[in-house]
């Protein structure tokens, strides 16, 4: 298969038809070899031969029309595109054919003739396969790159009038207006056919593929080859079957190549990067340039005018690019104030309102008022339901808490399950917004029960700026959420918590020491309220599984046999079962079956290692390991504070998560230990 054959055409006649490869193959062979021997005999030997020479030009431009016919009708893909561009190689070997036969043999050129009209129609074809093909390869693309196009072949259009229009005119037989126009036409339509090409790689993003480098560079050689015939025959020195009469063969062959070969993969039109400014500045460049010149020597009428055209346009493009700017700033801008879940203001968005609020003398209006509250039950409902199901909760919640604050206030997310209200309203005014907004907040289904906790601040009365505002809100906040815990949540705790005090007292103190240290470097970690609450009861009964293992084994005065170590591990298992018939406790109960999993993998009973542990069974881990190593055991002394705290650094890495154990350090440092 030819290089650079489609992949598409595999379901099609050539990819089944080994003499269809291989006459492709010979066809295409044949047709390079033909044009270097033209081209080396227009070097050697201009002029002689006229005959043959005539006979493999035609025969060159003939073959170019029907292998991209041929492709149109074998492969469905940019079928009309590829049958326009043979229609109008077609029409030009018509125009050659007319020319060699009847305009040639004659004494004078006649211009125009029908030749000029099948030389002309291949233009229109190419304009309109270059649409299609753009709109095949890319799809849409937004109006300012068709205003690049617009400017690029005005600006080429004035260079081509600039440089031809005078010598054209002179070398017309008695000024004929007609064949002036059919002379003119021939360097504008190429230089237009060449805008539309520049154009396209400027919508590819200035990388296009192989198919459009050949379709460019075979117009730029009919460009060329145009312009030097013009010139030639200007001067009086053209000879037929010279050199430039090789550039429209080659011309052809290369858009019948870019015709066979592979497109590039659809890319999106993006309007970023100095690459798209390059076509309107270039541009602007050269219309400049030319009215910079016609101050010293005067260019022709239609060449200033257009290049008048051209500056207007580039300003206009520069309108269209500065109010594209303008809104993508505006839309920026207002994404970086949304919270992109809910639609709520962001916590920059509250920053803003409420600098505005604390600035404000009240009023009529009434005064400031600021709700902060956060979800109870939340992460119990993530932890049941997944997070997915979170984030589509949290999304109905924000909804409801947009509708719920308006027409006095406005609803926040803060992040999390945290939001937030900010109101102008009278003082009579303001438990009702609370209610509201809490109510708002509020769900409840079978298997999960989702309420929020508040703490509000009037302002100015209780807090003058943002910061102290936000800060006093979120005290009061969370002193509620102590206040109002799911009470089967805390009645359940308290019975284990006795139970262990019942059991083993010494294991209850332990459990006790844990919670205190468990607390601190969960908070040095950053973790929320919610969160340190979950990981203190996780502390207070990490052992709760222990209430099964015999007291022989939790007494025994020296090591462990493998069976007794066995029955010891289950007690994590244990302890979650327990735990977990008390739904309120089903976070923690997932917190105790992993305070035992070490860093590195090798803990028990699930193998968790890394991230995969949760981070409270990770924080209880490091603490209880440190609590154990300072207490006193009957097989043996316990170790000082220093040197359970150098064990600790010794296993981060392998049984302890570094990062906590280094929160568990800063922790130390701050508070007196035992030991």
Same mark, same amino acid.
């Given at each position: ?52 020479? /005539? ?28 049958? +326009? ?50 709109? #095949? ?35 017309? $037989? ?49 460009? $060329? ?14 000879? #037929? ?55 010293? *020597?005067?260019?022709?009428?239609? =060449? ?30 207002? *994404? ?30 009434? $005064? ?33 808490? =947009? ?90 705790? %308290? ?17 006790? %020491? ?11 970690? &950053? ?5 340190? %609450? ?41 302890? *979650?079962?327990?735990?977990?018939? +008390? ?13 035992? *999993? ?67 350090? /800063? ?7 035992? &030991?």
């Amino acid at each position: 298969m030819p290089r650079g054959l489609p992949i598409g055409i595999q379901t099609a006649v050539i990819a089944t038809s080994p003499q269809m490869r291989t006459f492709l193959r010979a066809a295409g062979a044949l047709l390079c070899v033909t044009w270097l021997a033209y081209a080396v005999h227009a070097l050697l030997a201009a002029g002689q031969h006229a005959n043959a020479n /005539t006979f493999a030009y035609d025969g060159m431009l003939l073959a170019a029309a029907c292998v991209c016919l041929l492709r149109a009708v074998l492969i469905e893909r940019e079928r009309r595109v590829w049958a +326009a561009v043979g229609v109008g190689l077609l029409s030009w070997t018509a125009g050659e054919i007319y020319y060699s036969v009847v305009v040639a043999s004659g004494d004078e050129v006649p211009i125009p003739s029908p030749a000029d009209v099948g030389y002309l129609g291949l233009y229109p074809a190419c304009y309109l396969a270059i649409a299609w093909l753009l709109r #095949e390869r890319l799809g849409s693309f937004p109006r300012s790159l068709w205003l690049d196009g617009a400017i690029v072949a005005s600006a080429a259009s004035a260079v081509a009038i600039a440089l031809t229009f005078d010598p054209i005119v002179e070398a017309s $037989v008695d000024g004929d207006a007609l064949a002036v126009a059919t002379n003119l036409a021939y360097p504008i339509a190429d230089l237009a056919l060449l805008s539309l090409v520049l154009t396209a790689f400027a919508f590819t993003g200035w990388r296009p593929g192989r198919s459009w480098v050949l379709l460019g560079s075979g117009l730029a050689t009919l460009a $060329v080859s145009d312009v030097g015939y013009l010139f030639q025959s200007a001067g009086d020195t053209y000879v #037929e079957g010279g050199i430039v009469d090789a550039g429209w063969p080659l011309c052809a062959l290369l858009v019948c190549a870019a015709a066979w070969t592979e497109p590039a993969p659809h890319r999106a039109v993006r309007m970023t990067g100095l690459r798209m400014a390059a076509v309107p500045t270039v541009a602007a460049l050269v219309a400049v340039a030319l009215l910079g010149y016609d101050h010293f *020597e005067r260019i022709s009428t239609p =060449a200033a005018l257009l290049s008048t055209f051209t500056l207007a346009a580039v300003v206009g493009r520069m309108t269209l690019t500065f109010r594209a700017n303008q809104r993508l700033l505006e839309g920026a801008r207002d *994404e970086a104030l949304i919270d992109a879940l809910t639609g709520l203001g962001n916590r920059r968005r509250l920053m803003q309102d409420l600098d505005r609020v604390t600035s404000e003398h009240p009023g009529a209006s009434g $005064v400031g008022l600021l709700v902060m509250l956060d979800l109870d039950g939340f992460k119990a409902y993530n932890d049941a339901f997944g997070h997915p199901a979170g984030d589509s909760l949290l999304a109905r919640l924000g909804h409801r808490m =947009a509708a719920a604050a308006m027409p006095l206030g406005t609803a926040y997310r803060l992040g999390g399950d945290e939001f937030c209200v900010l109101a102008r309203c009278r003082f009579d005014q303001a438990d009702h917004v609370v209610a509201a907004a809490r109510a708002a907040l509020s769900s409840h289904g079978e298997g999960f029960n989702v309420t929020a906790s508040s703490g509000t601040v009037v302002i100015p009365a209780d807090a003058a700026t943002p910061t102290d505002a936000l800060q006093l809100a979120d005290h009061r906040m969370y002193a509620n959420k102590g206040r109002g815990r799911v009470s089967a949540g805390s009645q359940s705790r %308290d019975v284990l918590v006795s139970a262990l005090r019942e059991r083993q007292p010494d294991l209850h103190m332990h459990a006790a %020491d844990v919670a205190q240290l468990a607390v601190d470097v969960a908070a040095e970690l &950053g973790m929320d309220a919610e969160h340190r %609450d979950e990981v203190a009861r996780a502390a207070e009964l990490h052992d709760t599984g222990k209430v099964a293992i015999p007291d022989a084994i939790l007494d025994k005065p020296g090591p462990l046999d493998d069976d007794e170590w066995e029955f010891m591990r289950r007690h994590t298992i244990i302890g *979650e079962r327990i735990l977990s018939s +008390a739904p309120a406790l089903i976070p923690v109960a997932k917190l105790v079956r992993s305070s035992h *999993e070490r860093w590195d993998g090798e803990g028990y009973p699930d193998g968790l290692a890394g991230e995969e542990i949760p981070l409270g069974a990770r924080v209880v881990t490091v603490c209880d390991a440190y609590d154990a190593m300072i207490a006193d055991r009957p097989y043996r002394a316990p170790k000082t504070s220093e040197e359970a705290m150098e064990e600790l650094r010794r296993c981060a890495g392998s049984q302890f998560d570094p990062a906590v154990v280094a929160a568990f350090e /800063t922790v130390l440092d701050r508070m007196p230990v035992k &030991g």
